[in-house]
Every structure is written in C-alpha cells, then in structure tokens.
C-alpha cells in the first residue's frame, strides 16, 4: 500500500509540474502567433536592457507592423487575418538570432529586442525580415490567394539616448510611423 501510495504521490507530482509548464506557456504566449506576448516581452526585455544598459552593450528594437492589415479582414474576413498575422509572426521568428526577444505586441503589430546588435546590424536584421515577408508570405496563407503581404519596420538603438525600454520601443515605433508615412513596406 506504501509503494502504491508513494507511486500516486510520484503521478500526481508530474501532472502538477506539466500542469504548471502549461500554465506558464498561457501566461507567457500569444495563442495565435506562439510569440512572447506584451507582458513576458516586457519582463525579460527589461532585465535585457537593463543589464546592456549597465554593461554599455549594444541592445536594439525593431518595430513591425503588417501593411494595411484591415483589408485582408475586411475583404477575405478574421480567419484570412489571422493567417497573415501567423504568417507574418513565422517569418519574424525565422529571422530572429539566438537570444533576441519577439513578442506580438498587439493586433498587427511585432517587436523585437536585439541584444548585442547595433543600429546597422538591426537595420540589416530588419531588411532582412521586410525581404521575406514581401518575397513568400503569401505562400503561407493557405484558404484563399492573398496577393500581397508586406510590412514596415522601425529600428532605434540605445545609442539614440534611451534611458528606459519604454523610450527605445517609443523610438522605433516613431521610426516605423515614418516608414508608414514614406510609402510603406521599408525599414526606418
């Protein structure tokens, strides 16, 4: 009866600890994109930044946000949506580097924190995202033929004075406003 008692308890404390890592992935994850959400972007990108900040180590963010994103609602309806908004967060994380931090930020919107990377290398990163989003995108939106998929992207360093990880997403959302305003699908 012990053995039986002791291998229940062994049972029940494994189902706990499951339980608990699924309890962590919710509390942590978007459940449409899989990518951080806001709240553990902000957990461990203010300790990033905080310990790059310390150490003058270089730390980036991109901001991206999805072209005119209504209109794949709006003509090809929420679930087409979605689709791109998977798509688009794919592609991101395909581009990331070992040790950046991606989070959906909200609706259409991504950022992206770049330790150890300066403003050129973040650009380049940048680029680099924009390039595939627009060249195979649409390939991954599989229930109806979207035309296009492109984004816009907004890149600030802490070289550009941010004190805080509030001011350094600030700087890179103005950025990619001003890549919105200037025509879209490019990196500011």
């Known amino acids: ?14 189902k706990i600890v499951a339980q608990n890592e699924e309890l962590t992935v919710l509390a942590t994850r978007d459940p449409l994109t ?4 806001r709240r553990a972007f902000f957990d461990v990108g203010g300790r990033l930044f905080g310990d790059r900040l310390r150490s003058n180590g270089d730390v980036c963010c991109i901001m991206a946000d999805i072209d005119h994103f209504k209109k794949f609602n709006d003509v090809y309806g929420h679930a087409v ?7 688009v967060a794919r592609t991101l994380q395909r581009n990331t580097r070992t040790g950046d931090v991606l989070c959906r930020y ?6 992206i924190l770049l330790p150890d990377a300066d403003a050129e290398q973040a650009r380049e990163i940048a ?29 600030a360093s802490v070289d550009y004075g941010a004190m805080r990880l509030e001011e350094l997403i600030e700087q890179a959302d103005n950025a990619l406003y001003q ?6 699908n490019q990196v500011t």
């Open 1 to 14: 009866q012990l053995r039986r008692a002791m291998l229940d308890l062994e049972r029940s404390r494994e």
């Open 34 to 37: 899989g990518c951080a959400n």
């Open 81 to 87: 949506g979605d689709q791109v908004i998977q798509v």
């Open 106 to 111: 909200g609706g259409e919107e991504f950022c």
């Open 127 to 155: 680029e680099r995202m924009r390039a595939a989003i627009e060249s195979s995108a649409v390939e991954g939106v599989r229930s109806t033929r979207v035309d296009r998929i492109t984004s816009s992207f907004g890149v």
């Open 179 to 184: 890549s919105k305003e200037n025509g879209r």
